[in-house]
């Protein structure tokens, strides 16, 4: 799909058991990595965000989705005769305590390190953060299956990194085509100013934490596990915004301000595939790091 063939968003998309109407539903805009990384720049500081169209190789982010979906297969959580890169899911029989021990297992590997390290990503956020770009070593893939009803609630990713520098930047990146009824990530337009609001609000009322509280998302001052809200659909309408949606490609990469209020849609693919992606976070090294991010992932951290 060119940077010009964003389709527009017909069918409306759900969370949550809520359906977002179309009325309240916008394109994501894409951006031409060859515009250069100083205009990149300014567009993520006005939108909160940029969708660089093709930045990675598409052979070698299908080649890895191959790769993950392969090392899966024994879960149950791929239906069997299909070429892996496809993702086509089982529809039941899913060893789930073997499925997370096993995605516990990809995210330490060499290969998935290589991935969020590749050179073009490396070379662009170099650029991108003015020096050399720090990758913290907490790193997340997530698969999800469709109809599967849970999916990520709105928030803003500072609220789970208070314990470093603000000036961070999340790159999430599609592993595979990914239309918007696979679920990929939505933004709520222009709400990178509305998550610094949240966030200073919650500073002026955080004085009564101590400082180990004052950094997590689950002290008594913030929404259960640091959403800010399960209802899609409501967000749009108290804030009179558009949730904003793409059909991602293998390729793409999303960089997004820790401000920028983001969530994730169910997925409805009719084709039966599986999403998979990764949310990765990048700063200059030279910032404050939040030591919590120094170690793998691991479920049920409460990062």
Known sequence: MSIAGMRTLETPLAAHGRTIPTQRLGPLQPTDPAIGVGAIRRRYEEDGYVWLKGLLP???VIDFRRWVFARLAETGLLAPGHDFALG????????WSLADR??????RSAAYEGFCAQPPLVRFMDAFLE?????????????TKPGTPMA???????V???????RL???????????AEMGGLIYLEGSHALGRGMEAEFRLRSGDLTPEERISAYNSHMAEGGWISKDLPDMAERFDARWLAADYEAGDVVLHSPYMIHAATTNEDRAGRLRLSTDIRYQNV???????WSNHWSLGDML
């Open 58 to 60: 598409r052979a070698e």
């Open 88 to 95: 086509i899911a089982a529809s039941e029989g899913v060893d």
């Open 102 to 107: 096993r995605l516990m297992s990809l995210v």
């Open 131 to 143: 020096g050399i770009s720090y990758l913290h070593k907490r790193k997340l893939m997530r698969y």
């Open 152 to 158: 990520t609630p709105a928030h803003y990713d500072l």
């Open 160 to 166: 789970y990194l208070r314990g470093g520098t603000s």
């Open 169 to 179: 930047v999340t790159a999430w990146i599609p592993i595979g085509d990914m239309p």
């Open 286 to 292: 030279d910032d404050e790091i939040d030591a919590r």
